[in-house]
Each structure stands twice: as C-alpha cells, then as structure tokens.
C-alpha cells in the first residue's frame, strides 16, 4: 500500500508540474506581447516583402500598445535572417517574414542550418508578382520570341541566385520551349539599372523593383509567375499560361516551432487586420502584388507542396 501511494504521489506531482507549465504557457500567451516584437525579414529593405511586413509590424504596435519592428537581415540568400527565427525563443517574439524558398529551396539544397519544420506558418499573404523583364527595345515581346531569338543569339539571365525559386522556374521554363541562356549571373539588386548597363538582356525579378522603368515604358514584361495575370499588366500572359508552369511565389510570417497557438493566433488576426489597410489595397493596384491571407493550416499544406516542388526543381539548378 505505501509503494502504491508512493507511487501516486509521484504521479500527482508530475501532473501538478504539467499543469503549471500549461498554466504558465496559456497565461503568456494571453498577455502577448509583453516584450517588444521584431519581425525579421531576410532580404534589404524596399521590396514587398519588407513593405508589407512593416504595415504588419505597424498595426501590432497600434493595437497592443508594445513596439513591434521590422529588422532587415539579408545574407545566404535569406539564410542568414531564417536562421535568427530558428535559433529564437518560441514565444512570438521574434516572427520570420520568409519567402517560400527559405523553406523549401534552401533546405532541399543543403544551404540551412535549419529543418523545414523548425518553424510553424502564422498564414501566407503575398502572392509575389515575379516576372521576366528586358529592356522594351529587345527584340522579343513573349516567351516563346525568346525562347525562338536564344536558339541563334546570346541571351543573358540576371537572377536572385541558384538556389532561389524563381531561378529554378526560369530554367525550368526555358527547358519547356527548348532553349537555353548562353550566361547567367546572381545579384543582389535586380532593378532598371541591371537592364539599362546591359548587366543582363532578361532579368527574373519583382515589379515592385522595377517600377519606375515599368512607369516610364523602359523596360517590358515577358511573363510574370503569379497565379492570375497582373493587374497592371493584363496583356502580359502568366507563366502557367505561357509554358505550362503552374509553381508561384509566396511570402507569409513563420515563428519558431513550439510557439503557443493562442499567440500564433493573435498574430494572425493583426496581420489579417493590417492588409485590409487602404496603402495595401493600394500597392496591389501600383504593382499587381497579390494580397491574401492564408490560415496556419493551409499554409502548412502550401509549404510540404512546394518542398516536394523544390525537389523536382533542385534538378534545374545542380
């Protein structure tokens, strides 16, 4: 009888201990933020992205009254800013802004320190608008005249580097139409400047980048990778319907794994909150940016979709 109450005993502290922890957690959960929030987005400062992100950050601080920033950490083609996300306290105080490679491309590569799921999706709300541009006096308007023009000219590719997503799409593309870039380059920036010092005759970049040459008519679309054609852009054909490539990119908030859900919940319903401000519904109409909002568990779908994509794509770039 004693071994038996020794033994409940146990149990029961145990269970108390279980219990406090639970307690703990649910009860700092609820008073979330009590700590300033940074929201860590990998790339320099100026693209979507980032814009989008400080909208976000802006209303935490607006609804919660605890300052909530934006810290720009590019490195390791994003790399470096997911990892500071993964090496976090999973507590909502530090939540990664991260583009779909970092949870795909990068690990199926090798290039992470980290695992696919060493984070836990918030929601996605950006549909990138990627798209292949070159200069508006080349001698090619669509895919297919590229693709027609490479096969007895030299052709020159600007991208994001050979572990990005929409590296891997772009030569995937051109495999589809049966031709290849005589040379390629990574760069940080890939804006009107790239095209205008004849750095690259295409450029795979975002609209957001190159508006000012879009603006000006410098500068004109082949393609975008987005699921609908741009709203700026309505003429331009998307890559699903140019070549048959279906894959877009996206961008949504990731916190670390382990991050109680009552706080990934208050996240989510700020964020949800921001993108419904006017300056968002004006920067889709300016770059033809797609803004949605996708909940946790469709997000979690999304991304073991596109890691099986990126395993199949990893083939384009090694």
Sequence with gaps: MKKIINQTCKVLTASALLSSVFA?????????????????????????????????????????GVPATVVNKPGGGGVLGATTVAQSR???????SFVVDLLTTQVVGGNAPYSADSFVPVGIFLDYPFVLAVKSDAPYNTLDELADYAKSHDVSLGHFGYQATPTAITFKAADKLDFKFASDSAF???????????????????????????DSKEVKLLTSFTY?????????????????????????????????????DKIASIAEQALQRPEVLKLQATTGAGVYWT????????VEHDYKNAEELSKYVN
């Design 188 to 214: 940080d920036a890939l804006d009107c400047s790239t095209l205008a010092n004849g750095d690259a005759d295409v450029i795979n970049t975002t609209t957001q980048l190159i508006l000012p040459c879009l």
């Design 228 to 264: 609908n054609r741009l709203v700026i852009s309505p003429e331009v054909p998307t890559l699903s319907e140019a070549a048959g490539i279906s894959q877009t990119l996206w961008n949504g908030l990731f916190v670390k794994k382990g991050t109680p859900q009552a706080t990934i």
């Design 90 to 96: 999973p507590d909502g105080s530090v939540i990664g």
């Design 295 to 302: 909940n946790a568990d469709n997000a979690k779908k999304l």
């Design 24 to 64: 703990g957690t649910v009860a700092m959960a609820a008073d979330y933020p009590n700590r300033p929030v940074k929201f860590v987005v990998p790339w320099p400062p100026g693209d979507l992205e980032d814009v989008l992100t400080r909208i976000i950050a802006e209303e935490m601080s607006k609804e919660t």
